[in-house]
């Protein structure tokens, strides 16, 4: 491996724990995989785990009397204390299991429209989101301030994808109920201040909604040092399974919030007048939860934590600033986003000049290299930005310069290919 300064010290043996790099591809090319903020590839020992679980241990969870039923509850709620270590959490009944950070989100979009008392959101209010947010952030406040009459305001962008922080004191004011933002974009890859954003917003007695679902897989996460009120990430990002995201709420916010979904599990009593509401977190997991997706989830986050979310970052840093530094050689080609590696996260959207980004993509795959292509569900920083879509490379702890090097080989050919040179 490169002596690329940053890089993990054993990279080729990490590398050896995720079974599908060493795939080849048509005509024997092997696998480029440079689309992880998309989904992150899976280590061999979360594979495994959850092979066990369905194996040894399946049963459903707080409700089966029986020594299954016991094994598989004790996992379920391993995970959840392995998760709220993972992200700094005062207590592991802050932590929420969804099916996707989208759905951690919309709950707290639904619920803060159905509370009662001070968390309420309605008419008068302003909910502030920014312009560069993943569609999952921007659609449930959409819907939020549709249904109750509140007001949906944002954050622009500067040229070089940085947020606009000039109009932050006019706002984020008297009226501001939420702010909600990313915390690293998953298509300009800019990294957000998001503990300065949220100490303005708790000046004003607005609660903080970040999501985290870039973040969690790079950086270390502690939620009281950011100044989140809530904060979502999923598991498929953090080299964990599909169908299993969290969402993390200070337990007074929690506690004051209604439930979001009614079903089994989620209750104290029912009664055919009214039911009562059994208390957090369970209040909001209602009907069987995605039992072996958060083993598997428990799995990942171990993984991560023994490997260290530092050298983890310092890993991205390395591997992305040597993917700008390549990228830039390519002629024709322009990335949207800071240039700077310390500004921004893995995840790098390109256009090349002359090439549609969708047969950007195919050529690449045609050369073993897999990318991203299209609007990555972003596409009001597309518009800004005046691009209908883009290329997106987005690397992880496991890419390595050599698979910069093939990108970067690939585009040059693919320039050739569309007798660009």
Excluded at 133 to 160: C, K, Y
Excluded at 174 to 190: I, Y
Excluded at 398 to 407: H, Q
């Amino acid at each position: 491996m490169s002596t690329l300064p940053g890089l993990l010290p054993e990279l080729d043996v990490v590398r050896k724990d995720f079974p599908i790099l060493e795939r080849t591809l048509a005509d024997g090319l092997p696998l480029v995989y440079l689309d992880s903020a998309n989904t992150s590839q899976k280590p061999q020992v979360v594979i495994d785990t959850m092979v066990d679980h369905l194996e040894r241990h399946n049963a459903n969870v707080a409700r089966a009397m029986h020594q299954l039923g016991a094994e598989s509850s004790e996992a379920f709620e391993g995970a959840r204390d392995i998760t709220a270590a993972f992200i700094n959490a005062p207590s592991r009944d802050e932590v929420i299991f969804t099916k996707n950070a989208s759905e951690a989100l919309n709950l707290v979009a639904n619920t803060l429209a159905w509370a009662r008392g001070p968390l309420q959101v309605g008419a008068g209010d302003e909910v502030v989101i920014t312009e560069m947010e993943h569609h999952s952030n921007i659609v449930p406040w959409q819907l939020l301030t549709e249904r109750t009459g509140a007001t949906l305001r944002w954050f622009g962008l500067t040229d070089d994808g940085l947020l606009d922080l000039s109009t932050i004191d006019s706002l984020i004011n008297e009226r501001t109920k939420v702010v909600a933002l990313t915390w690293v974009s998953n298509m300009l890859g800019t990294v957000n201040p998001v503990a300065e954003i949220a100490r303005r917003a708790h000046e004003v007695g607005a609660i903080v909604v970040v999501d985290a679902s870039q973040a969690a897989p790079q950086l270390p996460v502690d939620v009281a040092a950011v100044g989140a009120d809530f904060l979502a990430f999923t598991g498929h990002k953090v080299v964990g399974p599909t169908g299993i995201g969290v969402l993390w709420g200070r337990r007074e916010l929690l506690e004051q919030l209604p439930p979001f979904l009614g079903g089994g599990e989620m209750i104290e009593t029912v009664r055919m007048e009214r039911s009562t509401y059994a208390g957090i977190p369970h209040k909001f997991e209602a009907g069987t939860p995605p039992i072996v997706e958060a083993v598997g989830l428990g799995a990942a986050l171990t993984y991560l934590s023994h490997i260290g979310m530092e050298a983890i970052h310092a890993h991205e840093q390395a591997i992305t600033a040597y993917a700008l530094d390549g990228l830039q050689t390519v002629p024709g080609l322009s990335v949207l986003g800071p240039l700077s590696a310390t500004e921004r996260g893995g995840a790098i959207a390109f256009e090349l000049e002359g090439v549609h980004p969708h047969d950007v993509a195919q050529v690449l795959d045609s050369r073993g290299v897999a990318v991203r292509a299209g609007h990555h569900c972003a596409r009001p920083a597309h518009q800004r930005f005046g691009v209908q879509s883009s290329t997106r490379m987005s690397s992880y702890l496991y890419t390595t310069p050599a698979e910069i090097d093939a990108l970067v080989e690939a585009l040059e050919y693919t320039r050739s290919y569309f007798k660009l040179v």
